[in-house]
């Protein structure tokens, strides 16, 4: 089995400022990974995944995210936030050729004016 | 093209009773997957149905059921419903059933029960 922990529940962060939120995973197989936005009373949003090849995985809205897989990581970044990025965000696995997603817990990003 | 849908948006149920949820795929995708998403926590897998047959289950109990249909959109039901079982229903639907294609979500129906 695979899980996921994010390792921030609620990141604070000024607008125009530079976010970074925290995801790592734990898995015995080759794993996809995926970072989704999830908006108040909507459902869930892919961001960017990364399934093969070039570690840094560029996504909507001007996200990014790095894999390591050493640290087993996969974290997201963004160079400067919005009031508009304000949700919260789900890191997930899929194991290739499995058909199930493991979420984290999420992490709620609050951008401040 | 029209997203995934679900339906109802919301609805609230008492205990003890059943509730019937459902799910309209994007076109052209055969696959459907059903999550759970209590407040405040990640969603959790519960069913998978590939071309009307289920492809995988979560570690949800028998009072859980789906299934899929040949247009391939699909109910979950919950019978004798707890308060716990209050949750974001969210339906999921991808083009087959495994591998690198991506799982697109539906808004979800968001189920209160008193």
């Known amino acids: 089995a695979q899980s996921v922990t994010q390792l921030d529940s609620q990141v604070p962060v000024f607008e125009e400022a530079p976010v970074e939120l925290r995801c790592n995973y734990s898995s015995s197989v080759s794993v996809y990974l995926f970072w989704y936005v999830q908006y108040p009373n909507q459902g869930l949003q892919l961001l960017l995944k990364?399934?093969?090849?070039?570690?840094l995985v560029k996504g909507i809205n001007g996200f990014e995210a790095e894999f390591n897989k050493s640290q087993t990581s996969f974290h997201l970044r963004k160079p400067s936030v919005h009031i508009s990025d304000t949700a919260e965000y789900f890191c997930a696995v899929r194991a290739r050729n499995f058909n199930k997603f493991y979420f984290g817990s999420g992490t709620k990003l609050n951008v401040k004016p | 093209d029209a997203g995934v849908t679900q339906s109802p948006t919301h609805l609230i149920k008492t205990r003890g009773q059943h509730v019937t949820l459902r799910c309209s795929p994007i076109?052209?995708?055969?696959?459907v997957s059903w999550y759970q998403q209590v407040l405040g926590q990640g969603p959790q897998f519960i069913f998978q149905?590939?071309?009307?047959?289920?492809?995988g289950r979560g570690n949800f109990p028998d009072r859980f059921s789906a299934r899929q249909f040949p247009n391939y959109s699909s109910e979950l039901n919950v019978n004798a419903l707890l308060l716990g079982d209050s949750a974001l229903y969210l339906c999921a639907s991808s083009p087959e059933g495994g591998g690198a294609y991506g799982y697109t979500f539906g808004s979800g129906t968001r189920l209160t029960v008193v």
């Open positions: 076109s052209g995708h055969k696959s």
């Open positions: 149905y590939y071309e009307k047959e289920e492809r």
């Open positions: 990364y399934l093969s090849g070039s570690t």
